[in-house]
Each structure stands twice: as C-alpha cells, then as structure tokens.
C-alpha cells in the first residue's frame, strides 16, 4: 500500500474543472514534486488529500484511508498549506503548544519541532514580527508535531531565500531518505524542486501531462551538449580520445555525451578547432515544464 494514493481524482468548482483524472501514489522513503503552472490544480489535489476538499469522483488516500477516517490524523500526516494563518500575537512556542494541547500531544514536542527547522532562538518571539520565511519554517514545525511518515507540503518553498530554499531541499531529503516519510511536495517552480525530488508528477490544467522518476525524466541526469564547428569531422574524434560519446547530428552538428562544455573547450583548443556553439541540451523534463509555462 502507497502512503499516499490519488485515484482518479475529479473536482470541479462550478464550470472550472480544478482536477480532472488525475491518478498517482507516493512511496514511504520518497520525495515527489507535484509540478504544474499557477492554476494547474495543485493544491485542491492537496487539500483533497487532507479532507478540506471533497472530490466529486475518486479518491484521495493517506495510508490507504480518506483522511477523515484517519483514528490520529496528526500522527499520520503532516500538513503545510499555502497562506497558513497564525495567531499573530502569539509567541512561535505557544503557537505550537496549543496545537499539542489540541492534538494530545506533550508540550515537549514545540521545542523539540522549533530545533528541527531551526527557530529555537524565535521561541519567544511573537509570531507577528517572522519573516515570511520563519512563518514557513513554524509552518513545517507545526506538521513536524505528531512525527507523521506522511507530509503533504504546497508550495513550503513560498518566501523562502536561497539559503532557505537549500535548507528545505536537505530538510526534505532527510525526512524521507532517512526517517523513511512519505513526501509529496507541490511547486510551481522545476528548479526549486529538481535537486530534491525523487519522482515527479506535472499536471496542468487539471490533467496529468507527465509522471516519473526524475532519473527517467532527465536521462538518468545525464547531459548532452551540442557542440557545432565546420571542423567537427576532426573534432568529433579527438572528442572520442578524450572520453566522449559523440553522435554527428548532422553536417557540422555533433551531440556529446560524457563530457563536459570545458573539457570539450580544451579538447577543441589543443587541436585549433574553431568551436561556433556549444550548449547544454534542456532535459525532457525541462523541456515539458517550459512548454506548461510558455504555452500560457
Ligand atoms: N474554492 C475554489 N472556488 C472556485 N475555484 C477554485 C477554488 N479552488 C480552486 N479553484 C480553481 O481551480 C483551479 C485550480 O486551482 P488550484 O488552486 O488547485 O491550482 P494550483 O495548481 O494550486 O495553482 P497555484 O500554483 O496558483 O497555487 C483554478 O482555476 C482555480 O481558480
Ligand atoms: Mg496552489
């Protein structure tokens, strides 16, 4: 049984069809990015799954039960959504203890939560002076409370600096590599997501557009560059010499493998080869995801 399963999930809100089919699982040990544009039906596939939104077909499964079947819904899942409201007056501890008391937990469990994302100086801070990115960071420590195998993050990203944005990506990596979680996390941005992400899944316009591990989707990673020069019948085999595997496109066209664009730079040189492009090609990932944004 996945930790997280989406079966043919279909909502409409009046003539908008929100989530239209869609069908996907999340296995405990993995993170998947849930990719597609503004609009696409990320987060009402979100919220499905967290029971805020009722489908109109299919279903929407954590450990294999609706989520108002769950008997601790806290101990199975935690949840960030986008636009999480705080009690502003509040200090960030006392957020977090009124969530354990809600959900009989131990008071111990806040401190324990703030460490982990990294706000145990904020403790005693009032909620309403946090940047948006400590408002991310509570928000993530509030899902940490019941120690969940299963987190459901949309957009945890949002108002994150790059140094926040790294910090998530290792966050991530450890819950599910380490702890084992099951981790579906939504975005809008491929490269927010794609030095984290185990398998992804694109939706656009309600419908899925692509699913895989983001090995299939990039060619197990692996870069191609294209390089052009009107000698590149004697490039391509100094190229080879050098370890490269070199496919000739065309006249004055080769695609490379196994190299990267300096090393073909120097190879080029040493021989007096002039070199007239020399570009990495996007992966079929890349590739699907620019065309979701560009068509819009
Ligand atoms: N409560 C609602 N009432 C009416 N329409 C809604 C509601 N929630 C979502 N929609 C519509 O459903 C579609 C999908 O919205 P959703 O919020 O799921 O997309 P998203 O992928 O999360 O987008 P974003 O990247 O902007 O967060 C949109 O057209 C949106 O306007
Ligand atoms: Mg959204």
Known sequence: MAAIEIKNLVKSFGPVKAVDGVSFSVEAGSV?????????????TLRSLLGLVTPDSGEALVNGRRYVALPRPVTEVGAVLEATNFHPGRTARNHLRVLCTAAGLPGS???????????ADAADKRVLGFSLGMRQRLALASA???????????EPANGLDPAGIEWLRGF?????????????VSSHVLAEVEQTVDNVVIIAKGRLVRQGSLAELTSNGERVIRVRSAQAADLAP????????????????????GLDAETIGRVALDRRIVVTEVTQERSDLQTVFLELTEGR
Not at 109 to 119: F, K, Y
Not at 239 to 254: F, K, N
């Open 238 to 257: 100094a190229l080879e010499t050098a370890g490269g595997m070199v496919e000739r496109v065309e006249d004055g066209l080769l695609r490379v493998r």
């Open 144 to 154: 940490l409370l019941g120690r969940p195998r299963v987190y459901i993050l949309d």
């Open 172 to 184: 991530l990596r450890h819950l599910a590599h380490v702890e084992g979680a099951a981790v579906l």
């Open 109 to 119: 469990r806040a401190d324990e939560a703030l460490e982990q994302v990294g706000l």
């Open 32 to 44: 998947t990015g849930y990719l597609g544009p503004n609009g696409a039906g990320k987060t009402t």
